[in-house]
């Protein structure tokens, strides 16, 4: 009886408590942790990491630890393969990304400018690079990161050519999914650089009936802009949710509101993003950001 009790105390523990590793200090005061590991995946990265050290098996490990927010096992190893293979993009690349995650956003930008100089058509690391850009408050330098990507759309290939499976900038003519995205934040990054005539040029090409998928609220949103979208059809309810649904669309539309002059509207939107549990989602940070440097005082 006593065995049992006792077994279902660890299971209750395992299920509930909080894992132990602050991965993130928010500038809010906030404290944000990893998620619990309930399916023993750590144990995968850790059998990955007494293997070969190859490029597969490090990149491999490192995103186990990734899916469950625990940046600080995922960046040293990324730190390995960086120290390993000098020449692979991808260990910078992701690194870089998960600097945006815990918040050091000029180490961000260094690994990523780094990544693009050894994969100069890489999708992931242009977008990353405008995303560490923006967050830092350069926006100017954001939209020329996301306009060098947009603009090598249907021209041939710059560089070596990516590893299978890896979107680059000179397809986007072909992708509507990952244009939109990279659209999106080109979009806002120009609107608060002040280039409007630029921004208004960008949301023209954005039309109806492309095909998207994991981006479709990035999509949405580009066409809210263009006054073809409802906010009410858009943005879900705060809290009611799940995965980044709320912070991608609320983001973009509390950034609209704040450059049109709609102060009040934009800073309930900011306040309910930061209130929401994806706290390593790209408009959930980017709202703390502005948050931060007082957007809403």
């Not at 397809?171 to 979009?187: G, P």
């Not at 991608?248 to 929401?276: D, M, P, Q």
């Amino acid at each position: 009886m006593r065995l049992t009790l006792f077994l279902l105390s660890i299971t209750a523990w395992s299920q509930s408590a909080t894992p132990p590793i602050v991965e993130v200090r928010s500038p809010l005061g906030k404290t944000f942790y990893g998620q619990a590991d309930e399916k023993g995946a750590a144990a995968k990265a850790e059998a990955l990491l007494t293997g070969p050290e190859t490029v597969d098996n490090l990149l491999a490990a490192a995103r186990v630890y990734d899916e469950l927010w625990w940046f600080s096992k995922s960046i040293p190893v990324y730190t390995r393969g960086i120290k390993k293979f000098p020449t692979e993009f991808r260990f910078p690349r992701f690194r870089g990304h998960r600097y945006i995650s815990t918040r050091r956003f000029g180490l961000a930008v260094k690994d990523l400018q780094k990544a693009r100089q050894l994969a100069p058509d890489s999708f992931d690391v242009a977008y990353h690079l405008g995303l560490a850009h923006y967050l830092q408050g350069h926006f100017g330098k954001a939209a020329d990161a996301y306009g060098r990507c947009l603009a090598l759309a249907g021209k041939p290939a710059p560089g070596t050519a990516l590893p299978a499976g890896l979107r680059g900038c000179h397809e986007l003519e072909k992708q509507d999914n990952s244009r939109v995205a990279i659209t999106e934040w080109a979009y806002r990054s120009l609107r608060r650089a002040g280039r409007n005539a630029e921004a208004a040029k960008l949301l023209a090409a954005v039309t109806e009936g492309l095909t998207v998928g994991t981006n479709a609220t990035y999509y949405q949103t580009l066409l809210y802009y263009k006054g073809l979208r409802q906010e009410s059809a858009i943005l879900p309810t705060s809290g009611a949710i799940q995965g980044n649904i709320y912070s991608t669309a609320g983001y973009g539309i509390a950034n609209f509101h704040w450059l049109e002059g709609r102060k009040a509207r934009a800073c309930e939107i900011l306040n309910a993003i930061v209130s929401e549990r994806a706290w390593n989602a790209f408009g959930f940070i980017a709202a703390e950001t502005d948050l931060v440097r007082g957007a809403c005082r």
